[in-house]
C-alpha cells in the first residue's frame, strides 16, 4: 500500500534561464589565454627582415585569435618602442605592428618588464612570444627578469633569427626545455615569417591539452 503522502504529479516548472550576470565577463577575462607578441625592431632588422617579421606577426596574430587567446604587442630595440596590451582591440594590435620602424640598439630586458607588469597579476595561460635577430643586451639582467615571470606563472616561446640568437634566446626564456632547437632557429630571411607565425602552434596545443 503506498502512503497516501507521497506525491503522484512529477510536473515540475520549466527550466528558467538567468542572464549572466554583469560581472561574468570580467571573471572570464580574468581567465582567459593571452598572448603577448615581442618582436625585434632593433636597426639590423632593417628592409627585408622587419617586412617579413610584419607578415609573420600579422599571420600569428590571427592564428593566437583563432586559439581565443587575447593578443598584444611589443616592439623593442633597446628600450621597448610599442607596448599595447593583451586587452588592446586587434584592429589597433595589427596597425601598429603594420606601421613597425626600426632604430637603436639591442636589449631584451625593457620588453621582459613590460610583459611581467601587464601579465604577472593575471591568471590564464599567458604566453609571451618572442623574436629576436641578434644580441638581447645584459645577461644577467634578462635571466633574472625572466626568472621572475616564469616563477609568475607565464610562460616563453622563442625565435631567433640564425643559431646564435636563438640559442642567447631559449637559453634565458626557455631554460627547462620547450620546443626543439630546429623549431626555433629561423634560418635565414625567407623563412621569417613562417617562423614568427610558428609560434602560434604552442597557444594550439597548450589550449588543446587543457
Same mark, same amino acid.
Given at each position: 500500500? @503506498?502512503? =497516501?503522502? *507521497?506525491?503522484? %504529479?512529477?510536473?515540475?516548472?520549466? @527550466? ?6 554583469? $560581472?561574468?565577463?570580467? @571573471?572570464?577575462? $580574468? ?20 617586412? &617579413?617579421? *610584419? ?12 586559439? $581565443? ?8 630595440? $633597446?628600450?621597448?618602442? @610599442? ?33 611581467? +607588469?601587464?601579465?604577472?597579476?593575471? =591568471?590564464?595561460?599567458?604566453? *609571451?612570444? *618572442?623574436?629576436? !635577430?641578434?644580441?638581447?643586451? %645584459?645577461?644577467?639582467?634578462?635571466? +633574472?627578469? &625572466? ?11 622563442? /625565435?631567433?633569427?640564425? !643559431? /646564435?640568437?636563438? /640559442? ?22 625567407? !623563412?621569417? /615569417? ?15 591539452? =587543457?
Amino acid at each position: 500500500m @503506498v502512503a =497516501s503522502w *507521497v506525491r503522484r %504529479n512529477f510536473d515540475g516548472v520549466g @527550466v528558467t534561464q538567468y542572464k549572466p550576470g554583469r $560581472h561574468l565577463e570580467a @571573471v572570464q577575462d $580574468h581567465f582567459r589565454g593571452r598572448a603577448l607578441l615581442c618582436i625585434d625592431v632593433s636597426g639590423s632588422m632593417h628592409g627585408a627582415p622587419l617586412r &617579413a617579421a *610584419v607578415e609573420g606577426g600579422l599571420d600569428f596574430l590571427a592564428e593566437a585569435r583563432e586559439a $581565443h587567446y587575447a593578443t598584444g604587442l611589443v616592439l623593442w630595440d $633597446h628600450t621597448v618602442k @610599442v607596448h599595447l596590451p593583451t586587452t588592446a582591440q586587434p584592429d589597433r594590435v595589427r596597425a601598429a605592428l603594420r606601421s613597425a620602424t626600426c632604430t637603436g640598439g639591442t636589449d631584451l630586458a625593457p620588453a621582459l618588464r613590460a610583459a611581467i +607588469k601587464e601579465l604577472g597579476p593575471m =591568471s590564464g595561460d599567458r604566453v *609571451v612570444c *618572442v623574436f629576436g !635577430d641578434g644580441d638581447i643586451g %645584459n645577461p644577467a639582467e634578462t635571466e +633574472k627578469l &625572466a626568472k621572475k615571470a616564469r616563477a609568475l606563472g607565464i610562460r616563453f616561446v622563442v /625565435r631567433g633569427l640564425g !643559431d /646564435r640568437s636563438s /640559442r642567447s634566446l631559449a637559453r634565458v626564456l626557455t631554460p627547462d626545455g620547450g620546443e626543439e632547437v630546429r623549431e626555433q632557429t629561423v634560418r635565414d630571411v625567407g !623563412d621569417l /615569417r613562417r617562423g614568427i607565425a610558428s609560434m602560434a602552434l604552442s597557444l594550439r596545443l597548450r589550449r588543446g591539452g =587543457s
